[in-house]
């Protein structure tokens, strides 16, 4: 019992320190959308090897230092508003709902929403220049959101691959270095 209290803990620390380089490597231009996305994929091995509320509270200490610590705050709050919590959820509205189709339109929504957030916390509160586009920028909202949209099914489906990748290979192999089981 004791060990794998020190387990959660030490994994815990180390996912969040993984998980907020990942983050801050996402000052690289570019790299501000893939950034959040891979920092996502460490909470769901949480929600995997611990609980939900063990994924969540690493999602929060990692949103609150990347807040901090990132000088680009764009892929800090797409981490904070979606990317972060979503892995955790995803699985557990698959778990709830068994009506699949009712299930991916929740799951749309929700992105679309926290999307829709995050911007508009970049736009009118960190002041994200809308300007510097020139005439693509009268359209951007809509290149950016159906970009964002083919980003978020690409993650949707991705996610069950990682879990598997985790289960299967990295569990085994995290778990003998920590010696359990």
């Known amino acids: 019992m004791k060990r ?3 387990f959660s803990i030490a994994f815990g620390g180390i996912l969040t320190a993984i998980s907020l380089i990942i983050l801050f490597v996402g000052n690289i231009p570019f790299a501000e959308y893939i950034a ?5 994929v460490l909470i ?10 063990i994924a969540l509270t690493i999602y929060g200490a990692c949103s609150l230092l990347a807040l901090i610590v990132s000088p ?12 972060g919590y979503y892995p955790a959820l995803r699985f557990l509205l698959d778990e709830k ?10 799951k749309i929504l929700i992105f ?3 999307m829709a957030v995050a911007y508009l916390i970049l736009i009118f509160v960190f002041g994200m220049p809308l300007d510097e586009m020139g005439d693509l920028g009268k359209y951007s909202f ?13 993650f949707e489906f ?24």
Do not use: D, M, W
């Open 112 to 114: 679309n929403c926290s």
């Open 158 to 181: 991705s996610l069950k691959s990682f879990a598997l990748f985790y289960t299967r290979v990295l569990q085994k192999k995290i778990h003998h270095i920590f010696k359990l089981k």
């Open 36 to 40: 959040p996305v891979f920092a996502g």
């Open 97 to 106: 709902l068994k009506i699949k189709a009712l299930s991916f339109v929740i």
């Open 44 to 53: 769901l091995f949480a929600y995997i090897e611990f609980s939900a509320k």
């Open 142 to 154: 809509v290149i950016l959101g159906a970009a964002l949209n083919i980003a978020f099914l690409a």
């Open 72 to 83: 680009n705050k764009e892929p800090a709050l797409l981490y904070i508003f979606f990317f």
């Open 4 to 6: 794998e209290k020190i």
